[in-house]
């Protein structure tokens, strides 16, 4: 489709799959690259060749690793029987920030997303069953985002997991911490009073 | 002491008494008002004797109301099972705004900030344990901030009440609707994790 176009079209085109560059970015990135960073732009396609060959999705917790399992599904002194689902590597991250979990994790990569044909067929989610099954993990602690979408995968996983007999629970919705009900959205508060907790 | 400044003096400092306003502000308000606004100016001094005269704290909800009680309170249509406490008059307006919630109300006309020298006394504290104790209220919901101010406050009332014998519940922590792991404090996301709830 594209044989005519010269290298440096199809470079700018290339260019175009990071998120948020159109073609004016594409274009000033392209002639950046060839006149000011040539060595740089050979850095950049050395890096995405490694990456693409080595990075994989770790067997137990589908995030990217080097290796068949990453170090933090082989870690011994995690535990074992807590199972956090998260849609993508960055949340993991986030949680991980909390210093507040010592489970295990597993990484949807993504979320169920029908209108972008994304169900649970593309999520591979037969994977995530599989590994809530081990026969140690007691809890699932759903922890997709409180999108619409986050939403509508948890109620699904929930669903499924409870036909597995697994315990499923759900990070909390409510007030930030240092909240005041005062610069908070109507919504926000409903579901906070609505998920109050015996003090 | 300021017995020897003129009346222009005098509207400067008073006028100081309104928030965020410093010096200059309150100088460049009285050239303003007595300049340009002396009708509207003569307006606010009456709206401010008319609203210190008529307006009272409802002696059940102790916000600001025109009569001994408010007509929230005076209302047969709201679940008298449940009292929830907050801390100002605009926390109480965005609870209502939520739609979630037909009980009744107590304002604490602010929190316990020992720094500033409120404590239980400057509070009177003693009216809302009156008001919980009407025989009627099985659950006091606190919803103060969660400042550290009004954490401390929700944590002080929860003891009194629950020596007491009531039934005390907290409003949730935990994330936003609508939000995304990604853009969330580490505290807060640890918070939700803590509260999480069975799905």
Same mark, same amino acid.
């Given at each position: 489709?594209?044989?005519?176009?010269?290298? *440096?079209? &199809?470079?700018?085109e290339?260019?175009? +799959? *990071?998120?948020?560059?159109?073609?004016?970015?594409? &274009?000033?990135?392209?002639?950046?690259?060839?006149?000011? #960073?040539?060595?740089? %732009? %050979?850095?950049? %396609?050395?890096?995405?060749?490694?990456?693409?060959?080595?990075?994989? $999705? +770790?067997?137990?917790? /589908?995030?990217? +690793? #080097? &290796?068949?399992?990453?170090?933090?599904?082989?870690s011994?002194?995690?535990?074992?029987? &807590?199972? +956090?689902?998260?849609?993508m590597?960055?949340? *993991?991250n986030?949680m991980?920030?909390? $210093?507040? =979990?010592?489970?295990? =994790? =597993?990484?949807?990569?993504?979320?169920?997303?029908?209108?972008?044909?994304?169900?649970?067929?593309?999520?591979?989610?037969?994977?995530?069953?599989?590994?809530?099954?081990?026969?140690r993990?007691?809890?699932?602690?759903?922890?997709?985002?409180?999108? /619409?979408?986050?939403?509508?995968?948890? $109620? =699904?996983?929930? #669903?499924?997991?409870?036909?597995?007999?697994?315990?499923?629970?759900?990070? %909390?919705?409510?007030?930030?911490?240092?909240?005041?009900?005062?610069?908070?959205?109507?919504?926000?508060?409903?579901?906070?009073?609505?998920?109050?907790?015996?003090?």
């Amino acid at each position: 489709m594209r044989a005519a176009a010269g290298s *440096l079209e &199809q470079l700018i085109e290339a260019l175009r +799959c *990071l998120p948020g560059v159109g073609p004016k970015s594409a &274009q000033r990135m392209a002639y950046h690259l060839l006149q000011r #960073e040539p060595a740089r %732009a %050979a850095e950049l %396609a050395r890096a995405l060749d490694a990456a693409l060959k080595n990075i994989v $999705h +770790c067997r137990r917790c /589908n995030t990217f +690793c #080097e &290796q068949e399992v990453c170090e933090r599904c082989a870690s011994s002194k995690r535990d074992a029987s &807590q199972l +956090c689902v998260v849609e993508m590597p960055v949340d *993991l991250n986030m949680m991980e920030q909390t $210093h507040a =979990y010592s489970g295990f =994790y =597993y990484v949807l990569m993504g979320r169920l997303s029908p209108l972008d044909g994304i169900g649970p067929k593309e999520l591979q989610l037969e994977r995530l069953f599989e590994r809530a099954a081990d026969g140690r993990v007691t809890e699932v602690i759903i922890a997709t985002n409180f999108t /619409n979408e986050g939403e509508a995968t948890a $109620h =699904y996983l929930a #669903e499924l997991f409870h036909a597995r007999g697994l315990k499923v629970t759900r990070i %909390a919705r409510g007030l930030p911490v240092g909240g005041e009900l005062e610069f908070t959205d109507a919504g926000t508060i409903a579901q906070a009073l609505y998920e109050r907790r015996d003090y």
